[in-house]
Each structure stands twice: as structure tokens, then as C-alpha cells.
Nanobody
């Protein structure tokens, strides 16, 4: 059973915006921390943001804070990553993940997220 499905990636010019969606199964959405990660070619995967859907606490990487925003739609069991002021360095494959990482110490550790989506590509041109 597929538990996480991302969508919304695409190609934009620098300064543009995109909104990624991550649809989760009801059980996953209700019981896990939902994280967003990205991986650029030749680089290791890095955490972008994470949100505890039951409480709303959200964490952001310093590189995206103030530009990216995580929101949620409980009825649709969907978590969104709204990305504004995109820059070429934001180009990457973006993944949604679910796990137990929503605390200040562990939110960015991918080891805390055992459930992953297939990813969606974001390309930002200068």
C-alpha cells in the first residue's frame, strides 16, 4: 500500500514559486511527523522542513526559512510545501517522508523517517 505520494514539482525561473503536495494515508498522516527532504545531483539528501500534523509544530532548515512554508489539509490528509523566492540552488528532487522526527534534536535526521514517497523534481533556472 502506497503511503506517501508527492506531486507539484516542475520548472520555474529564479524568484518564482511552487507548491508541493504530499498525500498520505490516514494512518500515516495522523500518527507521524511529516518531513520534507531534498537531494540535488551529486549531493547528499538534506532536510528542508518537518511538521507534526497533530500539533502544528514546524521546523525549517536555515536555508529555506522565510521562503518556504509547510501547511496541511486534514480533510485531504495532505501536507504542502509552499516554496517562494526559489533560487537555482533549490534545484533538487524533493521527497516527503513520515517518521518520528518532530523534535528540535531529530527533525532533520532522515534516519527518523522510515516511510518515503517517490519524490518530485524541482528545477529552478537563473
Amino acid at each position: 500500500q502506497v503511503q506517501l505520494v508527492e506531486s507539484g514539482g516542475g520548472s520555474v525561473q529564479a524568484g518564482g514559486s511552487l507548491r508541493l503536495s504530499c498525500v498520505a494515508s490516514r494512518d500515516t498522516y495522523n500518527n507521524y511527523c511529516m518531513g520534507w527532504f531534498r537531494q540535488a545531483p551529486g549531493k547528499s539528501r538534506e532536510a528542508v522542513a518537518a511538521r507534526l500534523t497533530s500539533g502544528g509544530v514546524t521546523y525549517y532548515a536555515a536555508s529555506v526559512k522565510g521562503r518556504f512554508n509547510v501547511s496541511q489539509d486534514n480533510a485531504k490528509t495532505t501536507v504542502y510545501l509552499e516554496m517562494n523566492s526559489l533560487q537555482p540552488e533549490d534545484t533538487a528532487m524533493y521527497f516527503c517522508a513520515a517518521g518520528t522526527g518532530c523534535n528540535p534534536r531529530w527533525w532533520s535526521s532522515e534516519m527518523r523517517y522510515p516511510i518515503w514517497g517517490q519524490g518530485t523534481q524541482v528545477t529552478v533556472s537563473s
